[in-house]
């Protein structure tokens, strides 16, 4: 099993739809939580970053996390075109060397006009 | 803000030559940097971490003789491929975390192409 799992899509949705990303890890460690978007051929860009269990909101954005499920989601709402991009879910834990993060493989989002 | 800057953005170079890629955090003091790469439809496979002043930790299968690491200043970190070969080609992404922090911030990339 690997330590995060993300479904790498593609997801395509219409505009203005609620748009649901999601990953689950194993290892139990993990406190910290972090989204990206990555446009093709550019570098993540941090979107969200949560600790512990709980919800967090930024602008159109949502990140939850249940630490006791081990799943984590962000929820983008009245999706659009601009956000079409690569979504990357990554975590870490104080005793990870230099707080290295484990990436999930990505979720590939299209936001269709 | 936390922006992290690459050069080059992209580099052509002929097989046998070495290229050397920057990473500069230019608002924010970055005790670590992290350089990664990235094959096309992949995700981020981490190939070392740079801490400043101190030699850098190379994860398992990374040659450290191949990817040379210097993390100089609280600023910048230096990544060289040395005796490039085509199979090196690929997408190099390093990222820096602001001292007592844990969040990534990442550069824009450079992309390689070893002929």
């Known amino acids: 099993q690997k330590e995060v799992e993300q479904d790498p899509g593609p997801l395509s949705v219409p505009e203005g739809a609620i748009v649901s990303l999601n990953c689950t890890y194993s290892?139990?460690?993990?406190?910290?939580f972090m989204w990206y978007r990555q446009y093709s051929r550019k570098g993540p860009e941090l979107l969200m970053y949560t600790y512990s269990s709980g919800n967090k909101e930024d602008g159109r954005f949502t990140a939850q996390v249940d630490k006791s499920s081990k799943y984590i989601s962000l929820f983008i709402r009245d999706s659009q075109p601009s956000d079409s991009a690569t979504y990357l879910c990554?975590?870490?834990?104080?005793?990870?060397?230099?707080?290295?993060?484990?990436f999930g493989k990505g979720t590939k989002l299209s936001v269709i006009p | 803000g936390a922006v992290v800057s690459q050069h080059p953005s992209w580099v052509i170079c002929k097989s046998g030559t070495s290229v050397k890629i920057e990473c500069r955090s230019l608002?924010?003091?970055?005790?670590?940097m992290f350089w990664y790469r990235q094959f096309p439809k992949q995700s981020l496979m981490l190939m070392a971490t740079?801490?400043?002043?101190?030699?850098?930790?190379?994860e398992q299968g990374v040659e450290k003789d191949k990817f040379l690491i210097n993390h100089a200043s609280l600023t910048l970190s230096t990544l060289t491929v040395t005796s490039a070969h085509p199979e090196d080609s690929s997408f190099y992404i390093c990222?820096?975390?602001?001292?007592?922090?844990?969040?990534?911030?990442f550069g824009p990339g450079t992309r390689l192409t070893v002929l």
């Open positions: 608002d924010f003091q970055a005790t670590t």
């Open positions: 990554a975590m870490t834990y104080s005793g990870a060397g230099s707080y290295q993060l484990t």
């Open positions: 290892n139990s460690a993990f406190q910290y």
């Open positions: 740079s801490n400043e002043g101190s030699k850098a930790t190379y």
């Open positions: 990222s820096a975390s602001k001292t007592g922090r844990n969040e990534q911030f």
